[in-house]
C-alpha cells in the first residue's frame, strides 16, 4: 500500500490515535465475537458448538504462537504502512469471514485475522507512544486500551444483539465497517516521528525484570482468565442469579473497568510500577472475596466491580511496564507479552474446565485468586531479582529516557 502524506501537527497526532483506539476495538471485539454468537453460527453451518468454541481458542493460540516471528520479520516496516497493511488485513479477512458458506473457509478467516491480530498487539500500543511527548506515556497507553474496554462492555454484547436480530455474519461486516474507516484515518494522518531510523528502545531495559513481568502476566492472566470464562455459572450457580441478570451484572463489571481507565493513565505516569502491584493484589483480593462470600448477592456485586476496575487497569499497567524494562526493542517484547498473554487466556479456560467436574464452579474464583496472589509476589520481588546480578543490556549503556516508535 503506498503510503500517504501525513498531515501536519497535533491534530494528526490525535487522528491516528483515535483511529488505533478504534482498531483495538475491532480486534478485541472480533477476537471474541463467535462466544456469543455460538449457537447461531454452529445452527448456520451446520456444525457443533465446540466446533465454533474453537474459532476463539484457537485463535488466541495463533496469535501466541506467531506474535513474535511476525514482529521480527516486519520490523523493518514502516509504521504506518504496516498499521495500513495490517488494518487492510483485517478488514478483508473479516468480510471473508462474514461471507463464508461453510466452516472451512470460516476458520481459514479466523486464522488470517488472527495473524493481523499478532502484528498489531505487538506495535499498537509502541507506535501509539511514540507520537507523543514522553511524559504523556502513561495516558497515551490507558487511551489505546479503552478501546479493548470498551470492546468488551459494548461491543461483544452489542455484536451479540446484532447477531440475534439480522444474522450472525452482520456483526463481522460491522466490524470491517470499523476498520475500514481506522485503517483510511491510519494511512492519512499517522505522522512520522523525529527516530524514524532506529527502534523503539525502553527507558530502563532490564532483562530479569522483563522476565519477572512475563511471569506475573502468565500468572495473572491464567487465573484471570479461569475465572472470567466461567463468571456466567458463578453467578448463577454460586451467587443464585437468575438468568435475565447476567446482562446487568457483566455490563456493571465491564464499566467499573471503562471508568476507572479515566484517571488510570495519571496513575501510570505517576506510579509506573505500584500502578502494576496495586490493582493485581486488588485483584487478587475481590477473586479471594468471591470465593468466601459468593452466596451474598449484595457482597458480590461490590466485587464485581472491583474486579472490574482492577481487571483492566493491572492489564494496561502491565503493558505500560513492559516500556520501561523492555531489553532490545519493545515492540519485540510487546509481541513476546502477547503471546505470553493469549497463551495464559487459553491456559485459563483449559484449568477452569478441567476444575468443573470435580470441584465445582467456586473452585474456579479460589484457584484464580491463587495464581493471581502469585503474580503479587513475583511484582514484589522484581526489585531483589533485579538486583541480583544486574547486567547492563548490549546496546543500552546509557538508556534513553524516551519511549519512541521506528519509523511510519
Avoid at 471473508?96 to 478467516?109: Q, V
Avoid at 472470567?228 to 455490563?251: C, D, I, K, R
Wanted: proline letters at 7%.
Amino acid at each position: 500500500m503506498p503510503a500517504t502524506a501525513p498531515m501536519p501537527g497535533a491534530s494528526a497526532r490525535v487522528a491516528a490515535l483515535a483511529a488505533l483506539v478504534v482498531a483495538t476495538f475491532c480486534f478485541v471485539a472480533n477476537e471474541n465475537l463467535p462466544g456469543g454468537l455460538l449457537s447461531l453460527m454452529a445452527g448456520d453451518l451446520h456444525t457443533s458448538l465446540s466446533a465454533v468454541g474453537l474459532l476463539v481458542t484457537g485463535y488466541g493460540l495463533t496469535v501466541a504462537v506467531v506474535s513474535v516471528p511476525l514482529v521480527r520479520a516486519t520490523r523493518r516496516v514502516p509504521r504506518r504502512r504496516l498499521l495500513s497493511w495490517v488494518l487492510a488485513v483485517f478488514v478483508t479477512a473479516n468480510c471473508l469471514t462474514a461471507l463464508a458458506p461453510g466452516y472451512p473457509l470460516l476458520l481459514g478467516g479466523r486464522v488470517i485475522t488472527a495473524l493481523a491480530h499478532a502484528v498489531f498487539w505487538s506495535v499498537v500500543v509502541v507506535t501509539a507512544v511514540g507520537m507523543f511527548p514522553p511524559r504523556l506515556r502513561g495516558r497515551i497507553v490507558s487511551v489505546v486500551f479503552t478501546g479493548s474496554s470498551v470492546a468488551t462492555v459494548m461491543g461483544v454484547p452489542a455484536g451479540t444483539w446484532l447477531g440475534q436480530q439480522w444474522g450472525w455474519r452482520l456483526p463481522f461486516l460491522a466490524l470491517s465497517g470499523l476498520g475500514l474507516a481506522a485503517l483510511v484515518t491510519v494511512a492519512v494522518c499517522m505522522p512520522r516521528t523525529r527516530t524514524e531510523e532506529k527502534p523503539a528502545a525502553a527507558t530502563d531495559p532490564d532483562a530479569r525484570r522483563f522476565v519477572v513481568l512475563l511471569a506475573a502476566t502468565a500468572l495473572s492472566i491464567t487465573g484471570l482468565s479461569a475465572a472470567s470464562t466461567y463468571t456466567v455459572p458463578f453467578l448463577t450457580e454460586v451467587s443464585g442469579f437468575p438468568e435475565t441478570a447476567m446482562g446487568p451484572l457483566l455490563f456493571v463489571r465491564g464499566a467499573a473497568g471503562v471508568a476507572v481507565m479515566a484517571f488510570g493513565g495519571v496513575v501510570l505516569n505517576r506510579w509506573p510500577r505500584a500502578g502494576v502491584i496495586v490493582p493485581t493484589a486488588l485483584l487478587a483480593g475481590a477473586l479471594f472475596g468471591l470465593h468466601g462470600v459468593g452466596a451474598l448477592r449484595l457482597a458480590v456485586i461490590g466485587l464485581l466491580v472491583l474486579f472490574g476496575a482492577t481487571m483492566f487497569l493491572m492489564i494496561t499497567a502491565m503493558a505500560n511496564r513492559i516500556l520501561d524494562v523492555a531489553p532490545g526493542s519493545t515492540e519485540v517484547a510487546t509481541a513476546a507479552h502477547s503471546a505470553v498473554f493469549n497463551a495464559s487466556v487459553a491456559a485459563g479456560a483449559l484449568a477452569g474446565a478441567l476444575l468443573l467436574p470435580s470441584w465445582g464452579v467456586r473452585s474456579t474464583a479460589l484457584v484464580a485468586a491463587a495464581l493471581v496472589s502469585a503474580a503479587v509476589a513475583c511484582l514484589a520481588a522484581e526489585p531483589l531479582i533485579a538486583r541480583r546480578g544486574r547486567r547492563p543490556v548490549p546496546g543500552h549503556p546509557q538508556p534513553d529516557r524516551s519511549v519512541t516508535s521506528g519509523g511510519v
